[in-house]
């Protein structure tokens, strides 16, 4: 099956899709992005994803080329055309081509790249066993409510978890205070309740996050979103990281301090059963 993109207002095999050398996010990390996928071939919560990506664009101030709708329908398009049984779509928006200067001209136009690739399908282990995190100092900037390609710090920490043998690195600030993972927010269960960081400007407010948020609400499972201390963490009943990727992944182990006697709990359990 192709993978295939959308690039320069057409679709195109994914090899052949290129972007000019001035292409400000290529030169500056200058844009925005969303990571969307399909549930039984159809794209999952996408309005959620085009008005986060909206939010984004505003707070860079960053004109989109096209209307949200249209950009719908072109993923939509783009899903069918490439025929998966299940999709990962990558929309990309940089703010545009212009020769490398860090202000850029008023009348740049900006650059929607849409990828579309099978959904990564992940070890049903990683579910049944739950995975290892380690803690990492926060060293992003104070807008991390902006889902920007620039990712340097998650790259960095996202590697450093890898070579642990870890599946994530959660971002801890100077007081001790959880922010959330290199790719995925983070949830405690503590007596039947779920804590999780505010969606503020230190975190990304995940559209996964707030399914999860919203479901549990109506199943009246108690949620709260609060700063969440380092302490919190390690007294834990029971922890998961979330994203568009993943669904819901357990955490049975953060640094060398196991969770749950090193076993997925319940409440994920029945969380996972969401999706
Ligand atoms: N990342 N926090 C960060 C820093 C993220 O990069 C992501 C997602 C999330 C979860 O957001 P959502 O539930 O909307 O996917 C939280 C995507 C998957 C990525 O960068 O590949």
Known sequence: MPE????????????????????????????????????????????????????????????????????????????????????MVYIQITRGVAPRRHNYPADIKSKLTITFRARPEYAPNLFSQGVAIITVPEIRWSRCDIKSIALLPNIMMKQKAVAAGCQEALFVSKGGIIRECTTANIFIVKNQTLLTPPANQHILNGITRSYILQQATILNIKCIEKECSIDELHQADELFITSSTIDLLPVIKVDNLVINNGKPGPLSQKIKGFF
């Open 4 to 87: 295939i993109a959308y690039i320069n207002n057409s679709f195109t095999p994914l090899e052949d899709a290129t972007v000019s050398i001035n292409d400000r996010g290529y030169l500056f990390a200058d844009g925005i992005y969303e990571v969307a996928i399909t549930r039984n071939r159809k794209p999952f919560l996408l309005k959620e994803h085009l008005d986060r990506l909206q939010k984004s664009a505003d707070a860079l101030l960053l004109e989109l080329p096209l209307s949200l709708s249209e950009i719908g329908e072109i993923i939509k398009a783009g899903i069918n055309q490439a025929g998966f049984t299940e999709s």
